[in-house]
């Protein structure tokens, strides 16, 4: 396994979790990282990504000023830290390695996908 997802959970609307990935190095170091998310019934979706360096990130539009994207290269350690969750953030949650180094919301351009860890949100 190269990629782990970890720190779902049930959760109040307003509340907040934060979601871990651990990977190996070879696929961490030098590349861009993503969060993306898929509820019941619904297409997977971008979520926030970031580049190798940590310097740019991009978010969803649905999760911007929410939700915070990071990594530790020298933990290989993705996070995604979710603030104020209603239910529509409801998804199982997936972390994913990019082809390159920067942050991309293009779901071809990542080729490693974790397997996904489940959020659920109670109104």
């Known amino acids: 396994v190269q990629l782990q997802a970890s720190g779902g959970g049930l959760v109040q609307a307003g509340g907040s979790l934060r979601l871990s990935c651990a990977s190996s190095?070879?696929?961490?170091?030098?590349?861009?990282m993503g969060w993306f998310r898929q509820a019941p019934g619904e297409e997977r979706e971008f979520v926030a990504a970031?580049?190798?360096?940590?310097?740019?990130?991009t978010y969803a539009d649905s999760v911007n000023n929410r939700f915070t994207i990071s990594r530790d290269n020298l933990k290989n350690i993705l996070c995604l830290q979710m603030n104020r969750l209603n239910p529509e953030d409801t998804a199982v949650y997936y972390c994913?390695?990019?082809?390159?180094?920067?942050?991309?919301?293009?779901?071809?351009?990542?080729?490693?996908w974790g397997r996904g860890t489940l959020v659920t949100v109670s109104s």
């Open positions: 970031i580049n190798w360096n940590g310097g740019r990130t």
């Open positions: 994913a390695a990019a082809r390159f180094a920067s942050a991309t919301r293009e779901t071809p351009d990542y080729n490693y």
């Open positions: 190095r070879r696929i961490f170091s030098n590349n861009g």
